[in-house]
């Protein structure tokens, strides 16, 4: 079956840290990978996503490359902002398995001044 | 511009009651989906619908129940609340297979 596994929170790092995100996965088909992010009190939204194998998202500095061979999804940023902190979500979808998302568990990330 | 509401945006309620959370979208999107988001679960799927008079069990529907007569509404209907049901509740909509759009949440309390 189709799930995502990240890795755990929290994350702490200081203002202007490298940021890495763990995610993998795992398909019956062909998904396409996201990352979403949640501000404190807010829903869902999505930050970058990539279709197919080798493709990169990014966006707001954030980069992320869809790797078919390890089947993961990291999310990289090469120095944090505060206003970075939130909770970050790797999620699948399977075009096999009809519209629906599969998420990881949410990874909590604080920058301090 | 296109948007996905929810209300209310917070709720308390007693053991037993039933309670029904509101989505709306302007998209005018087929596929709608409600979860609820719990700390060490992440998003867990509830119910989902691809289009009016269709609906779909996910992975946690026990206690919830929706319907769908128009393509903007979805509401999500917890027949006799329970403790455990104290939770953030999401909605959101896609047109395809591709990207969701989030709604800003409901948060409910079952006392």
Redesign the interface.
Known sequence: GNSVTQMEGPVTLSEEAFLTINCTYTATGYPSLFWYVQYPGEGLQLLLKATKADDKGSNKGFEATYRKETTSFHLEKGSVQVSDSAVYFCALSDRNTGNQFYFGTGTSLTVIP | DAEITQSPRHKITETGRQVTLACHQTWNHN?M?W?RQDL????R?IH?S?GVHDTNK?EVSDGYSVSRSNTEDLPLTLESAASSQTSVY?C?S?E??????????TRLLVL
Do not use: R, V
């Open positions: 596929n989906f979860y060490g679960h992440g998003l799927l989902y691809y996910g999401f959101a896609s395809s297979w591709e990207t969701q759009y989030f709604g800003p949440g």
